[in-house]
């Protein structure tokens, strides 16, 4: 499975984005957003399984992020609201082979299938 990610920017404090994952093929399991910010590690950020649409999202995130999916499209969507500097880093999708738990949603070796990034970049 080939994921190609897209939407990312630079943006002010306060402003949104919208990020879009497209698959290659139909995804079965979930679809994830994970970033990575310069010298830290890849954390999760959101996730959507495919049977039900159930989502889980970081803490830090709630409330400003949600994840969307169109499983005809094979493609799902980050829409982040409110952005802050903390929100810098490169977004990465990911999909995973089978449907998640909730509590394993965010577990980065769960998912299979990651695309390339894209920077998003939020100025104070």
């Known amino acids: 499975v080939q994921l190609q990610a897209s939407g990312g920017g630079s943006v002010q404090a306060g402003a949104s984005l919208s990020l879009s994952c497209s698959a290659s093929e139909q995804i079965f399991g979930n679809m994830g957003w994970f970033r990575q910010a310069p010298g830290k590690e890849r954390e999760y950020v959101a996730s959507i399984r495919r049977s039900d649409g159930a989502s889980s999202y970081r803490d830090s995130v709630k409330g400003r992020f949600t994840i969307s999916r169109d499983r005809a499209k094979n493609t799902a969507y980050l829409q982040m609201n409110s952005l802050k500097p903390d929100d810098t880093a490169v977004y990465y999708c990911?999909?995973?082979?089978?449907?998640?738990?909730?509590?394993?949603?965010?577990?980065?070796?769960?998912?299979?299938?990651w695309g390339q990034g894209t920077q998003v970049t939020v100025s104070s």
């Open positions: 990911a999909a995973s082979p089978r449907g998640l738990a909730m509590s394993a949603m965010s577990i980065l070796s769960m998912y299979t299938s």
